[in-house]
């Protein structure tokens, strides 16, 4: 998933600051696309995506094999959002699968009542569905969250995944079942996106989301830069044609490929 190229390495090696900055700029979004996943929360995962890349650019002298610098980078960010990056914000939430639940059923209410534009109606749609569908994973445990992201979201193969998280080919594989297991009775049961008997509709969260401010009408935090991407109805045209698991973890991967703000901030601290 993250991929650097062996002169890259060579050159920043060397002194190339040239060569250090399309390093840094190839590897940032991959990083933040993990990040955000883990953590849900933008400002948190653009903190932990700088400290990871600071961690990387000084360590770059330790890569033994330079043609495996982005499996190495790829350890490094997985190690850190596992292990040593302190709780964000949604994870200080402490939520839980049934939690959750109660938390949605709580908090249902018309669209209408948010008085928002149509234009403002689609962006706050699509960034509750997208802030939920992050918070959720919130729900698993890092480690578990970490195996569910890499392999049903990411696609990344059992031993390579394995490999990046340093651990035994089987822990992962039960560690992506329990979290397999775990999202796919929740989104089945009270996500109105998978599950029609669901009540939950991301138009039905707008408003309890405005009014607590989870998102704030016309801003798209989430999906600021990201490009295109499907909206809400086409992802639930795709997902009723689907299978229940399938299904799920069609869900997970819709969200958009997201752009990171960290870059030029890393680059310019850096000393020269």
Not at 206 to 234: I, M, Q, T, W, Y
Request: charged share 25%; proline share 3%.
């Amino acid at each position: 998933m993250i991929r650097i190229e062996p002169d890259l390495v060579a050159a920043a090696r060397l002194g190339s600051r040239a060569a250090l900055e399309a390093l840094v700029r190839s590897i940032e979004r991959p990083i933040f696309n993990i990040a955000i996943r883990m953590l849900a929360h933008r400002a948190d995962a653009e903190d932990a995506t700088q400290e990871i890349l600071i961690r990387i650019i000084t360590n770059l002298g330790s890569i033994e094999d330079v043609g495996a610098a982005g499996a190495w980078a790829f350890r490094i960010a997985c190690r850190h959002l596992v292990h040593e990056r302190k709780r964000g914000a949604i994870e200080a939430m402490r939520l839980t699968f049934q939690g959750f639940a109660s938390d949605i059923e709580a908090g249902l209410a018309p669209i209408e009542d948010a008085g928002l534009s149509d234009a403002e109606e689609a962006i706050a749609i699509q960034e509750v569905k997208i802030g939920c569908t992050l918070a959720m994973l919130t729900c698993l445990s890092r480690k578990n969250r970490m195996a569910y992201i890499l392999g049903d979201v990411f696609e990344v193969p059992d031993r390579e995944a394995a490999e990046i998280l340093e651990i035994e080919a089987a822990t992962y594989r039960q560690r992506l079942k329990r979290a397999r297991g775990a999202v796919m009775s929740f989104v089945t049961t009270s996500c109105g996106l998978v599950g029609n008997a669901a009540a939950c509709r991301c138009a039905k969260r707008v408003e309890p989301a405005l009014r607590c401010g989870r998102v704030a009408p016309g801003r798209a935090d989430f999906a600021a830069g990201a490009g295109k991407h499907p909206n809400v109805s086409e992802i639930r045209k795709h997902i009723s044609a689907l299978e229940q698991g399938r299904a799920t973890t069609a869900l997970m991967r819709s969200n958009p490929d997201f752009v990171a703000r960290v870059s030029e901030i890393v680059l310019r601290d850096l000393a020269f």
